[in-house]
């Protein structure tokens, strides 16, 4: 009986040691389950976000997503769950055009705008690249999202299209996008070319027709778009932008373009390209600008953007120009993004601006350089089209709102993720 009870005990303990074991493991099991969750909501939320980019009256349905991934992110960092890298070729050019600008807090002639504008249109959007980054790390994640624009332009873009000119009856001789409360006619066109290249770039990666075919009926919306909304800036974005993306298919490229000069001829676009340019209302405004930097050369009047239009006295600057320009329209924002920066940063801050442009292209064009495979050098044509095409637009339109600034952060992180999918592929070309 002895020795019947300690066997039995053992029985027991072994029992309830395996049964201990079989918790801990289920335990662990679970929790991993539940961070794989997490990490994959995080894409996901970004996807959504990307998607209503565009679209009017989904302010808070993309603060949901955005807060959430953001949460989200940081959580499963500070518990050590993923692993969440600052390294980017942008960072130094970066660090010092933020930098710059909260320097000039200091001389803001609105502090509390510039405050404000520095968090809703700088930090909120860098904060934004750094997790789309992450979100979207690998080619295939990458592919999602150039998707996710398409399908997001498209869906856009029939439906007004049917509203505006079929619904609501409008000619089509009146120009495209008066309908929207959110996204102007003259900026309608940048998500509209973004899609054109990256639809041309998956039409060549697709491996069957219905794929391709899928692709080339995205473009017609976005190209119907562009030309029944008559923005010069936009159509010299598509022309530069094609010549880019099919820079590899010179014989696709001058059936493209001839095609693109023959509608361009017939349509009402044409017109737009055939007004007298002299008295063009942007070269005054362009002059008045100038003017303000004159007199904020080194910090700029802050990073506000209502602080050009409703702190500064521009009666006074408009007095000091040409007498021909000074009878036309005040407008109350810059109409050039590179004047824009200027005027709310001074020269030293539009320097370090331009100094993240060229890091942009400079990563792009060392992938390129530096033997990269082909499926990334093809990425790298459509990213490097997108951004010129935005950098284009930008020369001539007001592109600090948060619709083209959520467009410009795209395209910058999805150069970033074509560089670190590269890196981590060749890890001897590192930087």
């Not at 201990?20 to 969750?37: G, P, R, Y």
């Not at 209503?52 to 940081?74: A, Q, R």
């Not at 060392?366 to 790298?380: F, H, M, P, T, Y």
């Amino acid at each position: 009986m002895f020795f019947r009870d300690i066997i039995n005990a053992k029985e027991k303990g072994s029992w309830k040691g395996r049964n201990e074991m079989d918790l801990n493991a289920a335990s662990t099991d679970n929790s991993s389950k539940i961070v794989s969750f997490l990490a994959a909501s995080i894409p996901v939320l970004l996807g959504i976000f990307v998607f209503l980019v565009p679209f009017p009256h989904t302010t808070t349905i993309k603060e949901i997503c955005y807060y959430l991934s953001v949460f989200l992110l940081v959580a499963l960092f500070l518990f050590r769950k993923i692993q969440f890298s600052f390294q980017t070729p942008l960072a130094v050019p970066g660090i010092l055009f933020v930098a710059w600008c909260f320097f000039g807090l200091f001389f803001a002639v609105n502090p509390a705008n510039s405050m404000h504008d520095i968090y809703a249109h700088l930090l909120k959007y860098i904060l934004l690249y750094f997790i789309l980054v992450k979100g979207f790390c690998s080619l295939k994640k990458l592919s999602v999202l150039s998707w996710i624009l398409i399908v997001s332009a498209s869906s856009l873009f029939v439906w007004r299209l049917y509203y505006y000119y079929v619904k609501l009856g409008t000619p089509f001789a009146e120009r495209f996008g008066a309908s929207f409360t959110e996204v102007t006619t003259n900026l309608v066109g940048i998500i509209a070319v973004v899609s054109i290249v990256f639809s041309i770039h998956n039409i060549s990666q697709a491996k069957g027709w219905p794929g391709r075919m899928f692709f080339a009926s995205c473009i017609l919306p976005a190209l119907a778009v562009i030309f029944l909304a008559q923005t010069r800036s936009v159509l010299i974005a598509l022309v530069v932008s094609l010549t880019v993306v099919l820079s590899a298919r010179k014989k696709v490229l001058a059936g493209v373009l001839l095609l693109l000069g023959v509608i361009l001829s017939v349509s009402p676009a044409g017109g737009r390209f055939t007004t007298n340019m002299a008295d063009n209302l942007r070269i005054k405004h362009g002059l008045l600008v100038w003017e303000v930097v004159k007199d904020y050369p080194v910090t700029g009047i802050g990073f506000g953007m209502q602080t050009f239009g409703g702190d500064l006295d521009l009666q006074r600057y408009n007095a000091r120009l040409p007498e021909r320009f000074q009878g036309q329209e005040i407008l109350l924002n810059p109409h050039n993004m590179y004047t824009d920066i200027a005027v709310r940063t001074g020269i030293p801050g539009i320097i370090f601006f331009l100094g993240v442009i060229f890091a942009f292209f400079r990563m792009l064009w060392q992938l390129r350089k530096n033997g990269a495979s082909d499926n990334i050098v093809s990425w790298v044509n459509a990213v490097c089209a997108a951004g010129v095409s935005f950098f284009i637009i930008g020369f001539f339109e007001p592109v600090f709102s948060h619709y083209p600034e959520s467009v410009l952060c795209v395209i910058f992180a999805m150069g970033t993720i074509l560089w670190r999918s590269n890196r981590d592929s060749r890890p001897s070309m590192a930087e």
